[in-house]
């Protein structure tokens, strides 16, 4: 409030000066004016690693609504486009261009520490946010927040064990493909693990993991050459909603029908995210049979914590946000891991009409 007052009455005292037949005698002066003004917001640079898929737009609109000049911020938003280069040379222009803060959303977990440690020397904080980074010295970041991505993994594995158990479909004949995110990211080695760990201890056939990159686009592909490599494929984990979309275009393509119905020649289909449009109601079709969450809506958490460094406090090193399971079948409602227990939301239009995202 105090500093949206502060920028107000500097306008004003430049207008009036115009006005009343002044000018700024000097460029510097006008420089001067300029700096005060942009010295009244927080300079926040985003390091956004791309725009592959629904949940990314979800995120990117949420840092965007968060970090307005209302609120009293600069954003400088850049899209590295999924390459790691990109966002290593944003990092460095938001640090020639003295940033207050940095924020970045890693394409993968390595590769960090130079970059981070020039970010580290100039005094620039750096927030981590959705995915990880792994570095030698966790000093080269602030805070990180996001989600816990080998726990959505195990959710969702143990997800199909109940639901299989229930139906009383054997182990052994649950034949598995995994389209993975993008190799390295944060979200694929958790969600892989999730999966891969959960198939070696009850038994399942996982014919394969292949790289969907996180997009429509490469989930069709892949799902397409796997049709045609395996014949009895009936459960695809899909990592993200995305490559749902497209193994699901590819399975009707082929002819198939996708659903929980696999002990009569449906593939189930298995997502992560949970975006409204249009994961959500391809659950109510039960075109997709279940989705674990992800949730997008960091910005509001990042300024969180923008402001708690702004007042002199210590946030969390490490942030987790909660998430929920959905699926529209009723057999399996809940679940328990590691002592912990976790209610599957049964999927309703209501419950998709009151979503944000
Ligand atoms: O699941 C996927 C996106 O890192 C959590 O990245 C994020 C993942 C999300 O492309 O849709």
Redesign the pocket.
């Known amino acids: 409030m105090k500093k949206s007052l502060a920028i107000i009455t500097i306008l004003i005292l430049c207008i009036l000066a115009i006005s009343c037949g002044g000018s700024f005698s000097s460029k510097e002066e006008a420089a001067n004016v300029e700096e005060t003004v942009s010295n009244e917001y927080i300079v926040v640079g985003f390091s956004q690693l791309g725009a592959?898929?629904?949940?990314?737009s979800a995120n990117t609109e949420s840092m965007k609504a968060a970090f307005t000049t209302e609120n009293g911020y600069k954003l400088i938003f850049e899209d590295g486009q999924q390459k790691q280069t990109n966002q290593i040379t944003a990092i460095r222009t938001f640090i020639q261009q003295e940033v207050d803060y940095i924020v970045l959303a890693p394409v993968t977990e390595t590769g960090w520490d130079t970059v981070l440690q020039e970010a580290k020397d100039a005094g620039i904080p750096v927030i981590i946010v959705?995915?990880m980074v792994d570095v030698s010295d966790d000093s080269l970041f602030t805070c990180w927040v996001?989600?816990d991505?080998e726990l959505e993994g195990k959710k969702m594995a143990e997800w199909l064990k109940q639901y299989t158990l229930k139906e009383k479909i054997e182990p052994s004949d649950i034949h598995i493909v995994n389209i993975q995110?993008t190799i390295g990211?944060?979200?694929q080695i958790g969600r892989t693990k999730g999966l891969a760990d959960a198939a070696t201890e009850n038994g399942w056939d996982l014919m394969a993991e292949v790289t969907g990159d996180?997009t429509q686009a490469k989930g069709k592909e892949v799902m397409e050459s796997l049709l045609k490599r395996y014949d009895n494929i009936n459960v695809v984990y899909c990592?993200?909603?995305?490559e749902a979309f497209g193994a699901i275009e590819a399975i009707e393509e082929a002819g198939k029908k996708t659903g929980s119905d696999i002990a009569n020649g449906e593939i189930m289909v298995l997502s992560?995210?949970g975006v409204k449009e249009d994961a959500m109601n391809y659950v109510l079709q039960d075109k997709i049979t279940c989705i674990a969450e992800?949730n997008p809506l960091h910005g509001p958490r990042v300024k969180a914590i923008i402001e708690a460094l702004e007042a002199g406090s210590t946030p969390e090193k490490y942030s987790y946000v909660d998430e929920e399971i959905y699926s529209a079948s009723e057999v399996v409602k809940n679940l328990s891991l590691d002592g912990t227990h976790y209610d599957v939301t049964i999927l309703t239009q209501d419950i998709i009409d009151q979503r944000s995202y």
């Not at 990592?239 to 995305?242: I, L």
């Open positions: 592959e898929s629904d949940w990314r959705d995915r996001g989600s991505f995110g990211a944060s979200a996180f990592e993200n909603d995305n992560f995210d992800c």
